[in-house]
């Protein structure tokens, strides 16, 4: 048994995404956040960002897959299909849903489609009108749905998670998890799985117009038989965890749940992800002290002040004030405008690894604390711009 009050918890080592940060848009409350952008194939990121806040690809896992047999990869040899084993018979361990809704970047309501629980502990109907798609309230509710799994190739011991509010996703994943459980008798841990993205046609209910979204589903790779087979042959093998794994998964229940600083972490990371636009900015308000004509040292100095004859003063020996030393400006920052110029350039010449940006960066002489676009002044940002700017046409 572990400690006492010691709450375990499954290392997240890295995310699997099918979006990125897109243009820097301002929302009606004139919070500035960048619009979540979809694309068509899976990023597999670090828990670390870089200067732009982006998070930073895993360049070794991507390596691990390309070379996997199992892995799909579309016509431009990105990552469409994720060799994957889950960890839990279970479906809500291995993938937790639940309606959600954000208020400055908090969950504030939390639902399971019964009953809903807000953030100050108020007990609400469940689904209600902000999960409505013609809802425009700023406290708009929507699906969520978590995966953890352990991407083929990567070390035991900690897991990927797939984030999505997506009500398609969200129901594929489910649909697919209960197919093959029900296909392998209750077996779901450590099969050999695959998580996909697909494209899908649809009609915008608003519009009535076209459009494509990706959705994500988990399939298994071979016919009902051949998985039915799978699960028998991996059942034998390890009969004892088949007997014990409700008692595992009962005792994962109670322990293997966040602590208050993951949980809020969690919330950051859906926050961030899936609604910017409710995260506001910090505006910290500075009162100016009440001015005194009068300091303490000038009255001080005014109680020791004594009348001295005029010729008794010496204007020789008299001391003399020393002059004021010169004022020099602080150089201004950067701004947020040239560092999303910046990260726009940084796509379109296509420079992905971090040494690479690096030595760009070294490049421009501005001092050995200058590292990443982040401290850089305003007068460094705009000559690292042109600099980049000329790449576009006369590459390295």
């Known amino acids: 048994m572990p400690v006492h009050g010691l709450m375990p918890g499954l290392l997240e080592v890295g995310k699997i995404k099918i979006g990125i940060k897109g243009e820097l848009v301002k929302s009606k409350d004139g919070n500035e956040f960048r619009l979540p952008q979809k694309i068509d194939h899976f990023r597999i990121v670090k828990n670390e960002r870089d200067e732009n806040d982006d998070y930073v690809l895993d360049d070794h896992i991507l390596d691990v897959l390309k070379k996997n047999k199992a892995t799909i990869l579309n016509d431009e040899k990105n990552v469409v299909g994720i060799p994957i084993r889950l960890l839990y018979n279970e479906i809500d361990l291995v993938f937790p849903t639940q309606y959600v809704s954000y208020v400055a970047g908090k969950l ?9 629980h807000t953030r100050d502990g108020r007990e609400t109907k469940c689904p209600c009108g902000r999960l409505d798609g013609a809802y425009t309230g700023k406290d708009k509710c929507k699906i969520s749905g978590t995966l953890s799994c352990i991407i083929e190739g990567s070390n035991v011991g900690g897991c990927y998670k797939f984030r999505t509010t997506s009500i398609n ?9 209960m197919l093959i459980k029900a296909a392998t008798g209750g077996l779901l841990s450590f099969i050999p799985l695959r998580l996909v993205i697909n494209q899908k046609k649809t009609i915008i209910p608003a519009t009535g117009a076209p459009t494509t979204i990706y959705v994500v589903t988990v399939e298994y790779q071979g016919g009902i038989d051949d998985l039915q087979q799978k699960a028998l042959t991996m059942g034998r093998e390890r009969v004892s965890l088949i007997e014990n794994m409700r008692d595992i998964e009962a005792e994962a229940r109670n322990i293997v749940s966040p602590d208050s600083d993951e949980q809020d972490r969690e919330e950051r990371e859906f926050a961030e992800e899936f609604f910017p636009e409710s995260i506001e900015k910090e505006v910290k308000k500075i009162e100016k002290p009440v001015e005194d004509k009068t300091s303490e040292k000038e009255s001080k100095a005014a109680e020791m002040t004594v009348d001295i004859p005029k010729e008794t003063v010496n204007p020789d020996t008299e001391p003399k004030p020393e002059p004021e030393p010169e004022k020099t400006e602080k150089p201004e920052p950067i701004t947020r405008d040239q560092l999303i110029k910046i990260l726009g ?5 296509k420079v992905s690894d971090q040494k690479a940006w690096g030595d760009l960066i070294k490049k ?10 982040n401290n850089m ?14 790449l576009k046409t006369n590459p390295i």
Do not use: P, W
């Not at 350039?345 to 010449?349: A, D, M, S």
């Not at 421009?364 to 676009?373: E, I, P």
């Open 169 to 177: 996703s969200a129901r594929y994943i489910l649909s697919s998890l």
């Open 108 to 116: 504030s309501c939390s639902g399971d489609g019964v009953k809903a």
């Open 345 to 349: 350039l940084k796509n379109e010449i």
């Open 364 to 373: 421009m002489k501005f001092g050995k604390n200058v590292t990443k676009a």
């Open 377 to 390: 002044t305003s007068a460094q940002g705009d000559e690292f711009i042109k600099y980049l700017e000329s």
